[in-house]
């Protein structure tokens, strides 16, 4: 299984970019890196995706390096409405073909303080 | 406009008890899922389904069950409610037919309180 390991939490002031990082040493060749938003008392909502090098998005901006073992969420300028939690995930095969769906870690608690 | 929507937003039931969450969605997705979310322990998937008729099993499956029989909804069926049942229970549904493509479309949730 593709298991993948953030920080537990962060903090950050408004006005700042913020960039959380997770690891993923285990991703499949086919595996794409997708990252989720959720905010209390509501479902997670999608940022971006990536498979290599960089994706930017008019929310956030994904790197991720050759080796893929990791990449970054960068959110540029926080405001205090970027508080949520932010889920690093990859795609989980089953061998053969097929999938077992989605494996979501226990993300990264962003705190942005005025 | 296309949406997912889970019913009820609230439950509080009683050990023993049999519970079914419902789970709709508008988008005509082939792809839905079940995740429960418990402080500590981020989202888990329960079931999950790629259309009708189909339904897998997830990480936490046991003590649920799903049934698929058209494509617009997924229930979520606790045959015999427990008090480790109680949590927040989110559905959420996607389009591609592989997952590590996808973008999951998620439901509000429902509180469920097992007592």
């Known amino acids: 299984l593709a298991k993948t390991t953030q920080p537990i939490s962060m903090d950050s002031y408004e006005g700042q970019e913020v960039n959380i990082t997770c690891s993923h040493n285990n991703i499949a060749t086919n595996d794409y890196i997708t990252w989720y938003q959720q905010f209390p008392s509501q479902g997670p909502r999608f940022i971006i995706q990536?498979?290599?090098t960089k994706v930017t998005n008019e929310v956030a901006s994904l790197f991720i390096p050759a080796d893929r073992k990791s990449s970054t969420l960068s959110l540029p300028r926080v405001s205090l409405s970027d508080t949520a939690v932010y889920y690093c995930?990859?795609?989980?095969?089953?061998?053969?073909?097929?999938?077992?769906?989605?494996?979501f870690g226990k993300g990264t608690h962003l705190i942005i303080q005025p | 406009d296309a949406e997912i929507t889970q019913s009820p937003r609230h439950k509080i039931t009683e050990t023993g008890r049999q519970v079914t969450l419902a789970c709709h969605q508008t988008w005509n997705h082939n792809n839905m899922f079940w995740y429960r979310q418990d402080l500590g322990h981020g989202l888990r998937l329960i079931h999950y389904s790629y259309g009708v008729q189909d339904t897998n099993k997830g990480e936490v499956s046991d003590g649920y069950s799903v049934s698929r029989s058209n494509t617009e909804d997924l229930p979520l069926t606790l045959e015999s409610a427990a008090s480790s049942q109680t949590s927040v229970y989110f559905c959420?549904?996607?389009?591609?037919?592989?997952?590590?493509?996808?973008?999951?479309?998620f439901g509000p949730g429902t509180r469920l309180t097992v007592l």
């Open positions: 990536g498979y290599k």
């Open positions: 995930l990859v795609g989980d095969k089953k061998i053969g073909g097929g999938a077992d769906g989605l494996t």
């Open positions: 959420a549904s996607s389009e591609s037919t592989s997952p590590s493509t996808d973008t999951q479309y």
